[in-house]
């Protein structure tokens, strides 16, 4: 009887203004089947330090914040919302 514990990414959103969104799926497999799955979401702003973030996460981070996403998500949490 092998009971493991397997982690990992299996959803990565960008919105439109540049935030990441992952979800982590951690499973708990016993002999093959599956017993448990439980989920952490993270969500990352553009620039945001990328320390301890998974490797596949911060390829795509690096990707999609360019400078230009970053000024418009910094100018778009300094304007007032109405």
């Known amino acids: 009887m ?3 514990k397997e ?3 299996d959803q990565i959103t ?3 203004n540049g935030i990441v969104l ?3 799926a951690t499973r708990i497999i016993e002999d093959g089947i599956e017993l448990t799955k439980t989920y952490h979401r993270s969500s990352l702003t553009p620039a ?3 320390t301890d973030v998974p490797d596949k996460v ?3 981070c690096n990707t999609v914040w360019t400078q230009e996403v970053i000024a418009a ?5 300094k ?3 109405i």
């Open 58 to 60: 911060v390829a795509i």
């Open 48 to 50: 945001q330090d990328l």
């Open 14 to 16: 960008v919105t439109e």
């Open 7 to 9: 982690t990992a990414i």
């Open 79 to 81: 304007e007032p919302q």
């Open 73 to 77: 998500y910094q100018n778009s949490i």
């Open 22 to 24: 992952y979800r982590e």
């Open 2 to 4: 092998a009971i493991t």
